[in-house]
């Protein structure tokens, strides 16, 4: 398994709301709009925590980046 103890096929399909802890939610949805509007450049680095399939919460760090297409936008 993964980090969060089961495979990953566990996430495929998921909606944030089930991989984010609800306390979190509104800091990575912030960060994810900035980034695609291009107020943090391209990449963007947010901490928060996710379910373990034993059922406690770990932190994690993840790294987004926006593609953009050969014209500059988002892709």
Do not use: N, Q
Not at 1 to 24: I, K
Not at 34 to 59: D, N, S
């Amino acid at each position: 398994g993964d980090m969060t103890g089961d495979p990953a096929e566990r996430w495929v399909g998921r909606s944030s709301a089930e991989m984010v802890h609800p306390d979190d939610l509104g800091l990575v949805g912030e960060t994810f709009v900035k980034l695609l509007k291009g107020e943090l450049g391209t990449a963007a680095t947010v901490e928060f925590r996710m379910p373990h399939h034993y059922g406690h919460w770990i932190w994690v760090e993840t790294t987004a980046r926006r593609l953009l297409d050969e014209k500059g936008r988002p892709d």
